[in-house]
């Protein structure tokens, strides 16, 4: 019979990781990715907290201009987008 494990995170090691600035140069570099492969008038917004007690860094990508605006509602750019930052 095999033996069970347990697993015990680290909940504040795995919060300081997740606001680290590591993490946060990580997740702006993908933004920036996303906002190239979407096109003209697709911006990277600044940096913020998000997640429960705002623990997790994240930036996001908007249509900035209303050609941006009208790709992304007809042809969903960004959804597109998003497979140009994975690994």
């Known amino acids: 019979m095999a ?3 347990r ?4 909940h504040d090691g795995i919060r300081e990781l997740l606001s680290s600035a590591p993490i946060a140069a990580e997740c702006e570099k993908a933004a920036q990715r996303i906002a190239a492969a979407a096109g003209d008038g697709f911006e990277v917004t600044g940096q913020k907290s998000a997640g ?3 623990g ?3 930036y996001g990508v908007e249509a900035a201009t209303y050609e941006a605006r009208l790709a992304e509602a007809e ?3 960004l959804l597109k987008a998003v497979s140009s930052c994975r690994l």
């Open 7 to 10: 697993i015990e995170l680290n």
């Open 56 to 58: 997790r860094i994240s």
């Open 52 to 54: 429960f007690g705002g």
């Open 75 to 77: 042809d969903k750019v």
């Open 3 to 5: 033996a069970k494990v």
